[in-house]
Structures are given as structure tokens and as C-alpha cells.
């Protein structure tokens, strides 16, 4: 278990180093923390022996423990800094790796869960991994190296009372391994119910308009009241195993043991085989023991609900080392031509079956048909999104396996229905990462008919636009979609139903950019929109 964390923890940014300054830190703090009763235990002894150095001894051993009490406080906040860092580096860090892993995925697999899913790993999955760098590593570490100091102490203040203290541990032992398989089943489920219900909230969310329309709502309340309940049910299991588990393990640990280490400490302080002092000190010593062994098991079973999660983030992970880009080198387009592209969700829904068809450049090709009939598929395997169940894809009569690489000579844009904008400013909307030239940039959104609406913007091309591009035109952003095409010099463009939203005026401007730039591209557009086949070179029905 520890090695697993370990090697997680080491996965998402966190260095050996950092690691065993912290534990040496809890360390430090823990032992300082297990020595209290000592100190105690001796200044009462000092008392009851009533010498005339008491007074000087028991000043000596308050000044130690001043000075400890100091130094337990600036490690334990110096400890807690570090570990607060470290938990958002594990963090950022896991939250890269899973989005790196979400977009190496293949779209059908992203197709059977839905983003809504994937929106729940990444954010509420790693934020409830932050703690599993603290609460499991670091805490399980320590407390086990403190158990064992004070066990150590136990037994160098009397042996025969820390075996009775300790008779009780493997009860409590088999009693943790028995609730922790129990309390682990039904955390997954617990972890399953809340995830759903989260996955449900944002589909309603993001399909308001359909529920309000077609009257779903009651539909909606009903289902998410079937949910809660589940939710509740599973977590009330949770909650009565742990108690439950919490309950018999202090009854056990403290209240029990500490009655026979009076009682038997009683009988030997009167046989004089111990002071009264150091009883006293060692009756602290039990507490302390099963508090740190409940703690520890308590851990334990934190370590159980985080694997459930782990478990659901690793599925994600798989895809981390995935290589979905291709390095193209070739210094012209030539062609792309698919060779009997075969593709199928299931034996029973095949979409395509030896399908051929070779695109030139300085063309526009218009796909058509049917809703169903793979249009958009299409356009998913030729931006090898999607992988074909057989056949090839050929660029320049050579394979085509991967994404264009930002470096490649030759590269693939896609153009949607609704253009992705981002919340940052029009200029970044339209380059992304390229380096920006002013010349080009303002080339480009001439190009597109940008040109006028851009100088009447606050900030010119610095304006910052809504999240989704909501405050602005439909139109606007599928000229900036364009533009950011043409900005990256993309030689193959997919579009995608590219004016499926747009009124008469703005599609027929739309179509008009697109044609005019196909010179030494290929372009593919899926429409049924009849208006875009008098500009086609060739329509290509499905």
C-alpha cells in the first residue's frame, strides 16, 4: 500500500526529498508529543521523594519541556506549510496528467461515459485525491514509526503493564481487517451514487432548453430524488460501519485498558515495583497508543475510499502515454484518399463498409445524406479521431495514423456546427499557441469580414470574449473558427456542418469565405444545406 502511494504521489510532482523532510518533521513532532506524560510522570516522582533538589529538577524539566513545546510549534507549522504546497502540486499536477489522458482517448470511449463523467474525475476526483497526499503517505508513515517509539517507552517504564496494555491488539486487529472489507464495498458504492448524481445535475444543466420545452421537469425531480436516495442509503452504510468501528475500538482501546493498567499498576505500586509518578505517566501512554492506532486505522480505511477513487482515475490514466499526433514532413499536399475505410460501433450498426474516395487539392467536396448515414463519422476518421475498424487512410500515399503535429508541414483543421471560444481574448481565439504577426493576423480577419466589427470592439483584438462565445453573434464565431484555420495555415479542412445555425445572409457570406479558400487546400464539408453545392467541385452522397 505504501509503495502504490508512493509511487503515485512520485507520479504527480512530488520529490523524494520533500517527502522525507515532511515524515522527519511528523516524526520529530510526534515523538516531542509522546514524551508529555514522561515529563509529568518525573516532576510527580520528584514531588513524592521530596528531596531537597526537587525544586531545581522539577525548574529542569519544565525548561525541557518549554523548549520542546516551542519546537514542536515551529516544526509542526513549518511541516503543515510544506505539506499545504505540496497538496496543490499534487493537484495541478494529477489535474494536467488527466486532462493530457482526456484528450489522447479515443472518442468512442469518451462517446460511452459522456463528458459529464469525465467532468467528475477531473475535478472532484482529484480534488479529493489532494488529501490522499497527506492523510495516507505522510500520516500512515509517521504514526506507525510513533506507535513504535511509545511502545518502546511503554516497556522501558514496565514491561509487565505494556503487555497488558497491548493484550487487547490483535482483537482490535482482526475486528479492523473484518470492518474495513465491509466498509470498502459499500464506500464504492457511496463514491458511485455521488458521482451519478453529479453527472446528472450537469446533463440537466447543459439541456435546460429541452427539459423546460418538452415538460421534463417533474421527469427530472423524480430521478434525482431516486438518486438521493440511493445516495443516502449507501452513505448512512458507510457511516454506521465507521461508527460502529469507532465505537468498539475506543470502548476496547482506551476504556478497557485503561482499567487493567490501574489495576494492575495498583498492585504494583504497593509492592513497590513502581513509583506513583511514573503509573501516572504510564497510564497516559494506553490512550495515547490506541489513539494513534485508531488513527491509523482510521487511515486505513481513508486509504480505502481513495483507491475507489484512484481506481475510477486510472481508468482515465491508461490513456496518458496514448501518441495521437503524426510528424508530417512532406512539402506540398498531393492528395488524400481513403482505401476501402471500413467502419463499425458493433456488428449490428456498421457505418461503412470498403468505402473509397480520393480528395485533391484545390478543392471543395461537399458530403451529404441521410441523418445516420456517417457524414460526420467521416469526418472523425479522416481527423483520425476516430479509428477505422479496417482500411486505410492515405496522405501523399503514405499512411495516415495520427493528428498532424504542430510541427508538421501538413496539417488538419476542423470546423464545427457551434465554434469552441474560449474566455480570453479575440487574438488568442484566433492564433491558440501560434506566434503572433500582425500582418497575417489582420490579413486573416479581413479574410473572413471581421474587419470592421474588430475596430469597433473596447480592445480591438485584445477583447476578451465570453465563455462560449456568448456575447457574440453565431455568425461572428463561425468567422472566427475560419479565421483561426486560415491563421494556422491548416492544409485539410473538416467542416462540420459549419452553417447549420446561421440565417440566409450569413451562411451565403460563409460559404463564399470557404470557397474562396481552397486554393492548394482540401476541403471537406459535411452540410445538407443546400445553398453550399453550387460552390462544390464534387458532392459526395452517403
Given at each position: 500500500m505504501i509503495k502504490t502511494a508512493t509511487k503515485r504521489l512520485f507520479d504527480n510532482g512530488v520529490s523524494t526529498k520533500r517527502l522525507l523532510i515532511?515524515?522527519?518533521?511528523e516524526i520529530i513532532i510526534s515523538i516531542i508529543s509522546a514524551l508529555y506524560p514522561t515529563f509529568i510522570g518525573k516532576i510527580i516522582t520528584i514531588i513524592t521523594n521530596g528531596d531537597n533538589k526537587s525544586f531545581d529538577l522539577i525548574l529542569y524539566y519544565s525548561y525541557?519541556?518549554?523548549?520542546?513545546?516551542?519546537?514542536?510549534?515551529?516544526?509542526?507549522?513549518?511541516?503543515?506549510?510544506?505539506?499545504?504546497?505540496?497538496?496543490?502540486?499534487?493537484?495541478?499536477?494529477?489535474?494536467?496528467?488527466?486532462?493530457?489522458s482526456f484528450f489522447n482517448m479515443p472518442k468512442a470511449i469518451k462517446n460511452i461515459n459522456g463528458t459529464g463523467y469525465y467532468n467528475q474525475r477531473i475535478i472532484d476526483d482529484s480534488l479529493s485525491i489532494q488529501n490522499y497526499f497527506y492523510s495516507l503517505w505522510?500520516?500512515?508513515?509517521?504514526?506507525?514509526?510513533?506507535i513504535l517509539f511509545i511502545f518502546c517507552v511503554m516497556l522501558y517504564i514496565n514491561p509487565a503493564l505494556t503487555l497488558v496494555s497491548v493484550a487487547i491488539l490483535p482483537l482490535l486487529a482482526l475486528f479492523a481487517k473484518k470492518m474495513t472489507k465491509y466498509i470498502e464495498t459499500y464506500n464504492i458504492e457511496f463514491k458511485e451514487s455521488y458521482a451519478r448524481i453529479n453527472e446528472y445535475y450537469q446533463e440537466c444543466i447543459n439541456n435546460d432548453k429541452s427539459i423546460l420545452v418538452?415538460?421534463?421537469?417533474?421527469?427530472?425531480?423524480?430521478?434525482?430524488?431516486?438518486?438521493?436516495?440511493k445516495f443516502i442509503y449507501s452513505m448512512l452504510k458507510v457511516f454506521k460501519l465507521s461508527f460502529l468501528s469507532l465505537s468498539i475500538s475506543s470502548t476496547l482501546g482506551n476504556y478497557l485498558t485503561g482499567l487493567l493498567v490501574l489495576l494492575v499498576g495498583s498492585y504494583l505500586v504497593l509492592n513497590k515495583r513502581i513509583d506513583a509518578g511514573m503509573l501516572i505517566a504510564f497510564y497516559f501512554y494506553p490512550n495515547l497508543l490506541w489513539s494513534n492506532i485508531q488513527e491509523l486505522v482510521d487511515n486505513y480505511f481513508t486509504y480505502t475510499q481513495y483507491n475507489a477513487i484512484w481506481k475510477r482515475i486510472d481508468e482515465i490514466l491508461i490513456w496518458e502515454k496514448e501518441n495521437v499526433y503524426q510528424d508530417i514532413?512532406?512539402?506540398?499536399?498531393?492528395?488524400?484518399?481513403?482505401?476501402?475505410?471500413?467502419f463499425e460501433y458493433n456488428k449490428n450498426n456498421i457505418v461503412f463498409n470498403s468505402f473509397s474516395f480520393d480528395f485533391l487539392p484545390n478543392s471543395l467536396y461537399v458530403i451529404n445524406g441521410e441523418s445516420g448515414k456517417g457524414k460526420s463519422t467521416l469526418i472523425s476518421l479522416i481527423s483520425c479521431m476516430v479509428?477505422?475498424?479496417?482500411?486505410?487512410i492515405l496522405l501523399n500515399n503514405q499512411p495516415l495514423i495520427g493528428i498532424p503535429s504542430k510541427n508538421s508541414t501538413i496539417k488538419i483543421g476542423m470546423l464545427y456546427q457551434d465554434t469552441d471560444i474560449f474566455k480570453e481574448s479575440l487574438k488568442y481565439n484566433v492564433i491558440f499557441d501560434n506566434q503572433f504577426d500582425k500582418n497575417k493576423f489582420d490579413y486573416v480577419i479581413n479574410s473572413v469580414g471581421l474587419h470592421t466589427w474588430v475596430q469597433e470592439l473596447p480592445a480591438k483584438e485584445n477583447t476578451i470574449l465570453s465563455e462560449s462565445?456568448?456575447?457574440?453573434?453565431?455568425?461572428?464565431?463561425?468567422?472566427?473558427?475560419?479565421?483561426?484555420?486560415?491563421?494556422?495555415?491548416?492544409?485539410?479542412?473538416l467542416l462540420d456542418e459549419p452553417t447549420a445555425s446561421l440565417d440566409l445572409t450569413n451562411e451565403s457570406e460563409i460559404i463564399k469565405i470557404i470557397s474562396n479558400c481552397k486554393q492548394d487546400r482540401i476541403i471537406i464539408c459535411v452540410s445538407h444545406r443546400p445553398a453550399i453545392l453550387d460552390y462544390a467541385d464534387n458532392v459526395i452522397t452517403i
Open positions: 515532511i515524515l522527519t518533521l525541557i519541556f518549554i523548549i520542546s513545546l516551542i519546537i514542536w510549534l515551529g516544526l509542526s507549522f513549518f511541516a503543515r506549510k510544506t505539506i499545504k504546497i505540496n497538496e496543490e502540486l499534487v493537484l495541478s499536477t494529477l489535474r494536467t496528467r488527466l486532462l493530457r505522510v500520516s500512515l508513515a509517521s504514526l506507525f514509526i510513533t418538452f415538460f421534463r421537469l417533474e421527469y427530472v425531480q423524480n430521478k434525482i430524488r431516486i438518486l438521493v436516495d514532413t512532406y512539402k506540398s499536399l498531393e492528395s488524400l484518399r481513403l482505401k476501402d475505410l471500413c479509428k477505422p475498424t479496417s482500411g486505410s462565445g456568448n456575447n457574440i453573434s453565431f455568425g461572428q464565431k463561425q468567422r472566427i473558427g475560419i479565421a483561426r484555420l486560415l491563421y494556422a495555415d491548416d492544409s485539410i479542412w
